[in-house]
């Protein structure tokens, strides 16, 4: 029987990555067939868990697909020995200040037992006082151990005694600074996996680290059990659609995308064909449809404008009328150029008049439900989810859907949307609206 626990923390920047990626190589290291999770709608993290265990990671998000469908895709296909799910943010941090699609909320949601990160670098006793305070706020009572991050071997010793004397709440154990071995960080997350050259040691390296320091059996015990059986789901696809070849922009400037949102893709017919803005010369041939993911087209701003050949494909394939959809990144590369900081401008694809720009700050940051002016790709009357997280506008965001943040009244013109194309700033979550994928699909085979 499976089993399954959350790894969250008192705060961004704690350590739950480090310390997630540490129990996945501990326990991989120990022959177990694992699965990994992250709360939330973060690109960056889930990447890490597929580097390490050579297997996706899916995200689970309670605004994206609400309780029940977020409780099917976590046990579609769990059949694990282990399953580790990496909160988001601090335990109770959620939408507009509340804890609404916490990772506290989605430990409720799935039963999961949460074990606790603490940073505790520069603090001594009170950290009795930090994990006292997360502790009276866990109603359901989900905290069932915590994990000290950035603590020597001999305070840990101390400290670790009197937390479980004082607070009755189990302390799993400790992992000390790692000098020289941290994941590290850009503006809009943790670097890349394919960036950091010594990854694969790095993190062997913080496996058995991690066996040393942390006991995995006591995790393995608190660990909620899963259903040995899992009957048959509503995000599951009902019928296997012709295959359909999609060009899908994957490479270090594209390389955005949720993992469910490809297999329903796949689900409803598209051959997904990888493809390289940055390397390649043209659009894969014979292909019927493209898709230009999430990134960081403004680091490799001056390689993707040199690559005039890949620019020209792209826009004469869009001009002659073949199926599109962009997001973030892929929408700025589709844009007439993107300006750097220092005020210099990269041709793009030029199939959109404005610019793309860095505002210096997060622009419209958080999730977004996004509804058609006019149906395209959604059935009337209806919306999709998606997250904004970005630092760079556009001079043109587009005016043919209605973008409208959750819990509040702020709403705004957005994304270019037609029979053939969606483009906009926003990620979107397709489990949020299955028709989206199947009708992309199926314009893709119409054409």
């Given at each position: 029987m499976g089993k399954a626990f959350m790894i969250a923390a008192t705060g961004s920047n704690c350590g739950k990555t480090t310390i997630t990626c540490g129990l996945l190589k501990a326990f991989q290291q120990k022959n177990y067939r694992l699965g990994s999770y992250k709360c939330g709608p973060d690109y960056i993290d889930p990447m890490f868990h597929a580097q390490i265990l050579g297997v996706p990671c899916k995200n689970l998000d309670l605004f994206f697909t609400g309780e029940e469908q977020t409780k099917e895709l976590f046990l579609q296909d769990n059949n694990k020995d282990l399953s580790i799910v990496e909160g988001v943010m601090g335990l109770y941090d959620g939408i507009a200040g509340g804890d609404q699609a916490s990772s506290y909320h989605l430990a409720k949601?799935?039963?999961?037992?949460?074990?606790?990160?603490?940073?505790?670098?520069?603090?001594?006793?009170?950290?009795?006082?930090?994990?006292?305070?997360?502790?009276?706020?866990?109603?359901?009572?989900?905290?069932?151990?915590?994990?000290?991050?950035?603590?020597?071997?001999?305070?840990?010793?101390?400290?670790?005694?009197?937390?479980?004397?004082?607070?009755?709440?189990?302390?799993?154990?400790?992992?000390?600074?790692?000098?020289?071995?941290?994941?590290?960080?850009?503006?809009?997350?943790?670097?890349?996996?394919?960036?950091?050259?010594?990854?694969?040691?790095?993190?062997?390296?913080?496996?058995?680290?991690?066996?040393?320091?942390?006991?995995?059996?006591?995790?393995?015990?608190?660990?909620?059990?899963l259903p040995e059986e899992q009957k048959e789901t509503t995000v599951h696809a009902t019928k296997k659609a012709p295959s359909v070849k999609i060009a899908i922009a994957r490479d270090e400037a594209f390389c955005f995308y949720?993992?469910?949102?490809?297999?329903?893709?796949?689900?409803?017919?598209?051959?997904?064909?990888?493809?390289?803005?940055?390397?390649?010369?043209?659009?894969?041939?014979?292909?019927?449809?493209?898709?230009?993911?999430?990134?960081?087209?403004?680091?490799?701003?001056?390689?993707?404008?040199?690559?005039?050949?890949?620019?020209?494909?792209?826009r004469s394939a869009i001009k002659r009328g073949l199926p599109s959809i962009a997001e973030c990144g892929g929408f700025m590369y589709l844009h007439h150029s993107i300006i750097k900081e220092d005020g210099r401008a990269y041709p793009m694809c030029d199939v959109l008049p404005g610019d793309c720009f860095n505002t210096t700050r997060l622009t419209r940051f958080g999730y977004v439900s996004i509804a058609e002016k006019q149906p395209a790709f959604l059935p009337p009357d209806t919306s999709i989810r998606g997250h904004e997280f970005h630092y760079y506008d556009s001079s043109e965001n587009g005016s043919d859907a209605i973008s409208v943040k959750p819990l509040t009244d702020k709403s705004w013109e957005s994304s270019f949307i037609g029979k053939n194309h969606w483009w906009g700033f926003a990620h979107l979550y397709y489990p949020s609206s299955p028709a989206f994928p199947k009708n992309f699909v199926q314009r893709c085979q119409e054409i």
């Open positions: 949601a799935l039963g999961l037992p949460v074990i606790l990160t603490v940073n505790a670098k520069g603090m001594g006793y009170s950290l009795l006082a930090l994990i006292k305070g997360f502790l009276s706020m866990d109603t359901s009572h989900r905290i069932k151990a915590v994990i000290l991050n950035r603590i020597s071997k001999g305070y840990y010793e101390k400290i670790a005694p009197l937390i479980e004397q004082e607070l009755g709440i189990k302390v799993a154990g400790y992992l000390p600074e790692q000098k020289g071995k941290t994941l590290e960080s850009r503006y809009l997350g943790l670097k890349l996996p394919q960036e950091i050259a010594d990854l694969k040691e790095l993190t062997e390296d913080l496996g058995q680290q991690v066996a040393k320091t942390i006991d995995l059996d006591l995790l393995e015990q608190l660990a909620l059990p949720y993992e469910d949102n490809l297999r329903m893709l796949r689900e409803a017919g598209a051959h997904l064909v990888p493809f390289s803005p940055l390397h390649d010369q043209s659009l894969p041939e014979d292909c019927k449809g493209l898709i230009l993911g999430g990134g960081y087209p403004e680091l490799f701003a001056e390689t993707l404008s040199q690559n005039t050949s890949m620019l020209q494909s792209i």
